[in-house]
């Protein structure tokens, strides 16, 4: 005695003729296991079943782990196309002011910052603005970079904006967020500089980012204001 399908038989035949289709179909797979494991009966357990559902997690995990490798490498990719771009622009200035314009123009539309700001220090009379330069007072680059906190300042910090009653943006029209702070070695002859670079949004600059690509960058504008600050 034979058992009619309960299906029709256009269905039956197109799963017969393309099986591979359903063994694709992860949803379609999933609810004839479940079917499955409902004919059983709740006293079964179908230890088969449960090694596939751990293998089929760890096999989504895998490929997020994958996705975010992908991810972080074209991102890194384009944030060295965005450096070298940025150099190739500030190489191109003939003097200090046309480096200053570059910084604050080209230079921040290409990295897709919304400030920068050049801080010297000088022993006269500080001169503070909007404009990208600012001089300050002997010691401000440490204590700005250390919050006041003493310590060592590093070469290369990335953190979000807290407000200072003497921040170098002066008083910019747009809420700065984030911030990257190069310290720049202008010589052994003179007192060091910063270069700041500031965005609205607050993850634009994190302390767990890297910073390879900033201290290259930071290099080359060290040995640019080198040659025209002689």
């Not at 003097?95 to 910084?103: G, I, S």
């Amino acid at each position: 005695m034979t058992t009619k399908p309960k299906i029709k038989d256009d269905l039956r035949d197109a799963i017969l003729s393309h099986p591979d289709a359903i063994l694709d179909d992860k949803d379609v797979m999933h609810a004839l296991i479940a079917a499955n494991e409902k004919a059983m009966g709740h006293n079964i357990i179908d230890l088969r079943g449960i090694a596939m559902d751990r293998l089929e997690t760890r096999l989504d995990r895998l490929e997020d782990t994958h996705r975010s490798v992908i991810a972080a490498a074209y991102e890194n990719v384009a944030g060295t196309q965005q450096i070298h771009r940025a150099i190739l622009r500030l190489l191109e200035a003939a003097d200090f002011d046309a480096l200053l314009r570059d910084l604050s123009g080209d230079v921040a539309e290409i990295l897709r910052i919304d400030a920068v700001r050049l801080v010297l220090e000088t022993e006269g009379k500080a001169r503070v603005g909007a404009d990208v330069l600012s001089e300050r007072p002997m010691g401000y680059i440490d204590r700005y970079l250390t919050q006041d906190r003493g310590g060592e300042a590093r070469h290369i910090t990335l953190r979000p904006v807290q407000p200072c009653a003497d921040s170098p943006y002066g008083r910019p029209p747009r809420r700065i967020a984030s911030e990257a702070c190069l310290k720049l070695d202008l010589g052994p002859a003179r007192r060091p500089g910063l270069l700041v670079l500031g965005s609205e949004d607050a993850q634009m600059f994190a302390a767990q980012q890297g910073t390879d690509l900033l201290v290259f960058f930071g290099g080359v504008v060290e040995r640019l204001l080198r040659r025209f600050l002689t």
